[in-house]
């Protein structure tokens, strides 16, 4: 009787350490995930777009890792050891994937600064990600198995360590995000989940010590590497490879400061007196020189196309030379200068030159820590010029700045006669397809909110001047060079000749005939395609084979996708009449369709925010934990309060059709968060929005897995083989959900054609299920 109970103690001892390391899994996983997307991000130039593809290789690699172990692992004697072990390879392989991430430029033959096209960004993400994710994979059908070891062993055991291993990633997601990633470099983030990782493997094999040389060896080496994590993280041996790693990322140059924000990661280099300010991996700012002709043409011509500047607005990238060129105008009497990031002004503060602080410590300059945008909605004070001190819409938070929404905003902020003004890549000499699809777009999407809007082409950036007074459309030679003159502006570039030939009419004519044919389109806020030829463009660059492909994506439209959903029905009623049997994995196609869906509704969520804060790059970790939880939640109602089987159908069909309403209404809900998203009053409550629309998605989500595992193991002989299968079948669908997302849907359809899309491939998966189960159902 003593034995028994020892053993029944022992038994629920292990159950309980196996859920805490499913709960560890979790986390570990959801935290290595935030740290190499936030890494290779920044060896991506921050582009938002590059979220999904990074999402995406993850969850294919993890599925990849659960299935085919999952063949494997019943014929495993040694279960709980190779769990064991495969924590250690992954707790390795991340410390590792995070120094060969920022090798990959160097390795890749990149240089420093240069952006990347989207085909480099997947397939040096994959390779990055591969042994990360493949083991991490590896250990939820690991898990599911030796849980059923110590527990009753039916459909529900997979179930449970889902729920347990969303908690984990919950709790990752709200401890990367507060404690992490804002106090730890990524080295060190590294190391501490190697080290917890570690410590929960040696809690469950340390049981089963006297068992055998197996046992005591894997404990033997979980001690040393206890050891060695421990020291290296607490004796700053992971601060100093942190360093050096930095150093090999930047290829050997004088970097004096590299540091992750809550608002992207800012890189200061030094060379000779002279600092280049480098913004998730892009080079923004130089100073004491910085580049003269650009800034002398951008911030000038417009000044002088003004009557009488007092009031002005610089909106990012005003320290460095633009504050200082629009101060040498005498009628200035206030510059409001609005920075995100207050890390980039104490920067300033830290690497002090002559220019910046002559342009932070003149009276005449208010500095303002706060989102331009959010500046724009809440400001009661009107201006005569404003100035956008962001040059392209490379990223989502970029492309905020160029859009209708935008330009509104601005619109409403300038006195009479105000002008906004703006830049764009260009050239003098010649501009390919994509080029002038970008200008055109912007130009097209400026006029309709501005009577007059003037571009003056330059030599790599275009000045863009839009205002509701006609001055900007005249822009007599004769008269800007009397301005230049009567307020004496001392200048290197913008001297009378210069201003004849910048604005001679045959450039105006040159560049409007250049524009003819090119996309009308308009740039908005949940449909950027100012950001889709802004990757076109460096697609053609660096990828031209895949960017002649890439530009085929703007041919898509929702009267596409419904087509192809007509064609798909009409295909599979046909082969169905023919032979029904083609048709019997309805379950699989479903969480296919589900992991599809919850992959775009999260990067939905992601791009929305983005769109309307433009600082998704901290609350990447809270959208993921709130989805997350969802499903745990989801996961968890289904497993404990419907059980039954034969409630399990009905109940499945009904998430499915809750899944396809969800994503009918999602875009409405978030277009009138974008309508609000500005308002004092409801700015904190309309953030906390987005995490329970995160919830919801996640809820729905989440509760489709254990109950297609109960409909499925009737079929299959295998738990752990269902679990894996059932499992590689929602990360399938999450990688094409995150590829065709990020690349396809959201830069072509917008917010509301991809979430539609989303609604018609579920509702397809839904035909297939309820059409297959009525069949079983007239056999039976």
Known sequence: MDRRIRHANRVTLMEQRVSAAAVVM?????????LLLRELLIVFSGNELSIGIILANWLILEALGCFFPGRMVEKSRSKLEGFVVITVLFSLAL????????????????????????????????????????????????????????????????????????????????????????????????????????????????????TGRLQKAILGVLCGLIVLSGYSLFANQADRLNTSSVQAQWENLNVVHYQNSPYGNTCVIENEGQYIYFLDGLPTILTPVPDIPFLEEFVHLPLLAHPDPREILILSGGAGGMINEALKHPSIETVEYAELDPLLISLFREFP??????????????????????????????????????????????????????????EGRLNEGGILVFGAPGSLTFLNEELRDLNSCILSTASTVFFHVRVIPGDGRNVFLGSDGAEVSRMDKAQIVSRLEERNIATSVVVPWHIERKLHQGWQDWFTGLLEGSSEEINRDFKPLGLFYSISHWNALFAPAFGRIFREFERISLRTIFLLFVLFLVVYFFLR???????????????????????????????????????????????????????????????????????????FIGIELAIIGYSVGLPFLLSA???????????????????????????LVGAQFPLANQLYLKDSASLSGTAGFLYASDLLGGWLGGIVGAVVLLPVLGVTGTCLTVGLINLASLIVLTTETRLVSMRS
């Open 26 to 34: 979790g986390f570990s996983g959801l935290v290595a995930e935030i």
């Open 353 to 410: 030159t002559p220019l910046t602080e002559s342009e932070l410590n003149d009276e005449r300059v208010e500095t303002r820590h706060v989102d331009g945008r959010l500046l724009l909605r809440t400001t009661p004070k009107t201006y005569d010029l404003i100035f956008v001190g962001i040059m392209e819409p490379s990223s989502l938070q970029a492309n905020r700045f160029f859009t209708r929404e935008f330009f509104s905003l601005a």
């Open 577 to 651: 009449s023919r032979n029904a049997e083609l048709f019997q994995q309805a379950v699989p196609l479903s969480i296919v369709t589900t992991g599809f869906a919850g992959m775009v509704f999260s990067l939905v969520l992601i791009f929305a925010f983005q769109s309307v804060y433009g600082y998704v790059f901290s609350w990447v970790g809270l959208l993921v934990a709130s989805f997350m939880a969802g499903a745990a939640s989801g996961a968890r109602l289904t497993t404990e309060i419907f059980p039954r089987r034969e409630r399990g159908l009905k109940l």
């Open 673 to 699: 968060v974008n309508a609000y998203g500005g308002s004092p009053s409801a700015f904190l409550l309309l953030r906390v929005l987005f995490l329970v629309i995160s919830f919801i998605g996640g809820l």
């Open 95 to 210: 410390v590792a994937a995070v120094f060969l991430t920022r090798m990959v430029r160097s390795v890749m033959g990149v240089s420093v600064g240069e952006s990347l096209g989207l085909l480099p960004v997947f397939y040096a993400s994959f390779l990055i990600l591969l042994p990360v994710s493949l083991l991490h994979g590896a250990l939820f059908t690991f898990s599911c198995r030796i849980y059923s070891i110590f527990s009753p062993e039916d459909a529900s055991s997979a179930g449970r360590i889902y729920v347990y291993e969303t908690v984990g990633t919950i709790v990752g997601g709200i401890a990367a995000t507060y404690l992490l990633v804002p106090y730890l470099n990524a080295v060190q983030a590294a190391v501490g989940v190697a080290l917890l990782n570690f410590t929960v493997c040696s809690l469950l094999l340390a049981p089963y010590w006297k």
